[in-house]
């Protein structure tokens, strides 16, 4: 995504709670597909948007490294980035990227988000400044269309431009870019693994080293079946 030599690294943030493959998949296309040099899982310490997750943060980063540690198709290239463990509560996305700036400056940060985060971006803290420091990669998000998605870019403060000759591809201030991945899909909510779990059963979303941690803890009522 960028012409100089730094480190391309996308940055996936979220509650996951807990991880699921759908994430793990996610993951994986979008390195390969914008051909970035890593890919860092950032689990939210306390999101903003959003209510408070079920278990925590340490059972939530665990997990994470678990299924990535059972994934050899990550090659070492997706990792946990516990960095919101440091910062003070709540986890705005703009405090986490200065963190990871300060601590490895000799990168090029990509946020990837959903198509419906991208139509809730100008609600979120000092968005300005964080246009400035990041490009964007957008996936697919249930409904939401590309008109829907074109319309939200341009309509950032500051905007992006849609390159000429480009349907996926706008360039923001500062030489930002945003990407809309239409053929990736956000994967679905994991609050229908947690209800299965509730329930006793065993998601098939589930990486079998996440379910074992899961049992083990006694995470999300699982209870086991006779």
């Excluded at 890593?38 to 340490?58: D, G, N, V, Y």
């Excluded at 463990?85 to 990837?112: D, F, K, M």
């Excluded at 957008?138 to 000429?164: G, S």
Aim: proline letters at 7%.
């Amino acid at each position: 995504m960028a012409a100089d030599a730094a480190l391309r690294v996308g940055l996936f943030g979220g509650t996951f709670d807990p991880v699921h493959q759908g994430h793990i998949e996610l993951a994986l296309r979008v390195l390969a597909r914008c051909r970035l040099d890593r890919l860092w899982f950032i689990p939210a310490l306390l999101p903003p948007h959003k209510q408070r997750p079920l278990a925590s943060f340490a059972h939530r980063a665990a997990m994470i490294e678990a299924a990535l540690a059972d994934c050899r198709q990550t090659d070492g290239r997706i990792r946990c980035a516990r960095i919101e463990e440091r910062l003070p509560a709540p986890s705005y996305t703009l405090n986490t990227v200065q963190a990871l700036i300060r601590e490895e400056p000799g990168c090029r940060y990509s946020l990837v988000i959903g198509a419906d985060s991208l139509l809730d971006l100008p609600h979120w803290h000092r968005i300005d400044e964080l246009l400035q420091t990041v490009d964007l990669i957008v996936v697919k998000r249930d409904e939401i269309d590309r008109t829907a998605v074109d319309r939200a870019l341009t309509a950032l403060t500051p905007a992006f431009v849609r390159e000429p000759g480009h349907c996926d591809r706008w360039h923001g201030q500062g030489g930002r870019i945003a990407l809309y991945l239409d053929d990736i899909e956000l994967p679905v909510s994991s609050s229908a693994i947690r209800e299965e779990l509730a329930e006793g059963a065993t998601p098939a979303l589930l990486p079998p080293p996440v379910l074992a941690h899961i049992r083990r803890h006694r995470l999300y009522g699982w209870k086991e079946t006779v």
